[in-house]
């Protein structure tokens, strides 16, 4: 059995509804983020706080887990810059509580959630897992300091762990059952899609005079079922053996400017977005775009779904949330 601690979160739900057909899945979420309706009726459903040791216990005592697979945290960039505690005590000491429960009941493997926030402003045109790690606010020094602690606890104690450092996640399950749903919303693909909804009065363009093709800052995008595909290999590469100790970046290793994001979106929809320039924000680089060869060249994966197809599913999503 799979434990999925966040798995009623946009990217940990996405991966419950993938990872119910091939292993028996527990999910341990406090709901503070996340959304009961988000989890698969396949996955057995505890509320309980990953910094809560009783909470975990008992989901250890109850179930024959083998791997834990930990997407709760929060992760908001701004928020974490103006209150810091909330972070490290979130993402950092209660990820502490569960890794010391799982070495109680001698749990070891973990797959772990972590970010492109922890490279900082990094200064390569594609960041691959060589890149230094320099994050500029809590939240990617939060995820940061977890991967440290996943690394001594290897060497230590014989935990077998991948971490996947994802950069922007976007698009929804083709069924449009799930899909993303923040509040508040930072994301820039559902502040567009919600925009065109005419649920938000129009779209700020932060910075328009950066060193890129159009002035406006890159990114990266991947789909959500990408994400959960990888997932899956790094739990079949952990529980085969094959893999103890690994650092993977997630994504698709093309850029796209905010610019041809919104031009993306009013194409796929027919519909003109209300966009309004602004000033540049701090901490925001140029470019941040991930070299993904080290998964695909190790474990085979690579991100399937284009720009086009994320917010063709993020549309139909969009239209219809029910949550
Ligand atoms: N969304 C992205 O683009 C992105 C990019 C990089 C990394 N990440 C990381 O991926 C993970 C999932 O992100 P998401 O966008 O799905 O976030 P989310 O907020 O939708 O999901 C997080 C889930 O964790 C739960 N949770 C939080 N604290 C908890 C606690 N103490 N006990 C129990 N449950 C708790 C929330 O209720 C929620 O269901 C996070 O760790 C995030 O830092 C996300």
């Known amino acids: 059995m799979i434990l999925v601690v966040g798995g009623a979160g946009y990217i940990g739900s996405h991966l419950v509804k993938e990872l119910v057909e091939k292993e028996d899945v527990v999910v341990l979420d406090n709901l503070s983020t996340g959304h009961r309706e988000a989890i698969d009726k396949r996955a057995i459903f505890v509320r309980g706080d990953l910094g809560n040791e009783e909470d975990l216990q008992m989901v250890f005592r109850s179930y024959p887990i083998k791997a834990v697979m930990h997407f709760a945290a929060f992760s908001l960039v701004g928020e974490s810059v103006v209150d810091p505690l909330k972070y490290y005590e979130n993402n950092v000491a209660s990820t502490l509580t569960l890794l010391k429960v799982m070495m109680k ?78 509040d508040p919303e930072t994301h820039l693909i559902p502040i567009i899609l919600q925009q065109l909804l ?112 994320i917010i063709e599913d993020a549309w139909r999503w969009h239209q219809k949330q029910p949550y």
Request: aromatic fraction near 8%.
């Open 105 to 182: 009941f001698k749990v070891k493997n973990f797959i772990f959630s972590s970010t492109a926030a922890t490279y900082g402003i990094p200064d390569v045109e594609l960041i691959d897992e060589t890149t230094k790690t320099a994050p500029i606010n809590p939240y990617g020094q939060s995820k940061l300091m977890v991967e440290q602690m996943l690394a001594d606890f290897s060497k230590s104690y014989g935990l077998n762990y991948v971490v996947l450092r994802y950069f922007n996640a976007a698009g929804a399950h083709e069924s449009a059952a799930i899909g993303e749903s923040h």
């Open 198 to 309: 005419g649920t938000r009065e129009k779209v700020s363009v932060f910075g328009s005079d950066y060193d890129t093709p159009d002035g406006t800052c890159i990114r990266d995008y991947i789909h959500v079922t990408d994400l959960a595909e990888a997932h899956i290999l790094a739990l079949e590469a952990l529980l085969s053996e094959e893999k103890s100790a690994e650092t993977y970046n997630l994504g698709n290793g093309l850029g796209f400017s905010v610019k041809e994001v919104i031009e993306t979106c009013e194409r796929v929809t027919g519909v003109k977005a209300n966009v309004e320039m602004a000033d540049r924000r701090s901490g925001d680089p140029a470019r941040l775009v991930a070299s993904s060869d080290k998964i695909f060249t190790e474990l085979g994966w690579k991100a399937e779904r284009r720009l086009e197809r």
